[in-house]
């Protein structure tokens, strides 16, 4: 009986732990593992978002975000026999930008392939949240856009001064039900020099102003009237999970879970990497 009882207690705080919390954080190995195949056979585009500080190995460098799009011939990871995600795919384009003397050149990122890459930087430098107490603001795991709350946000000045330009939000809410609130968007340019280098948010990931702009043209069309239309080729019936959770359901799960029109993108934030708490 004391045995059945620790057990049950272990599950409930497995799944407490997975419910979306503001002290969630995570290293990528931990968070990538659940990007099953099921998942990444629906998807078009990945954000890869470190909102990590230290630099010890791993693919994207802290306080950067790398975005992936699948290609035609191939799936976006490759993938051992254990179905564990091993790295990119050689067709998987990445939104680039051009490197002149060393020095980023902001603007429309090209898409290229990993040996297209030469003279670009697939990189992208963000400033996601700083810490409050031992509390970081931006938690951990996989979420689709919020195309709702993005249009419903869209009035915004955008320009070079306004704090929020060009948002894209995620689909997530706390247990209490409070809508998440955190997107990706552009920021004023006096916070252009912090990109990369630190943390400087309330929980959002900043971003140089015109990959903002080119983040959510990406993503969305514009009406007559300024409102925001997911574009087609993202915008599909696909798996729609709790939005109360940080991660998908896994396999056997997951093709029972209802169907909803979403854009087919997954953001996925991870506080660096394993090897970095050491």
Known sequence: MKTLIIFILMISQSFAEEKLQRKFFAPYEDVIERLHADVENETELVYLVNTGTKNCGGTVPAQHLQLLKKSEASPIFTRNSMGEITGLSSETLVASL????????????????????????????????????????????????????????????????????NSVYINGEYDEGNEARLALHGTATRFWPLLGKQRASSGCIRLHSDFSRWNQNLLFSKSSAGELI??????????????????????????????????????????GYSKCAN
Not at 115 to 129: C, D, T, V, Y
Not at 252 to 258: D, I, K, N, Q, R
Request: aromatic fraction near 10%; glycine fraction near 6%; avoid cysteine.
């Open 98 to 165: 051009p490197i002149e003397n060393g020095v980023i050149q902001h603007g429309q990122p090209a898409w290229k392939r990993s040996h297209e890459l030469q003279g670009h930087q697939q990189f992208i430098p963000i400033s996601s949240g700083i810490p409050r107490g031992n509390m970081i603001l931006t938690y951990s795991g996989i979420f689709r856009v919020n195309e709702r709350r993005t249009n419903d946000m869209r009035r915004s000045t955008n320009t070079d001064n306004d704090p929020m330009q």
């Open 230 to 271: 997911p574009r087609a080729e993202w915008f599909d019936l696909i798996q729609n999970w709790n939005r109360r959770l940080h991660y998908p359901p896994r396999e056997g799960e997951f093709s029972t879970l209802p169907r909803a029109k979403k854009i087919k993108a997954l953001i996925v934030f991870f506080d």
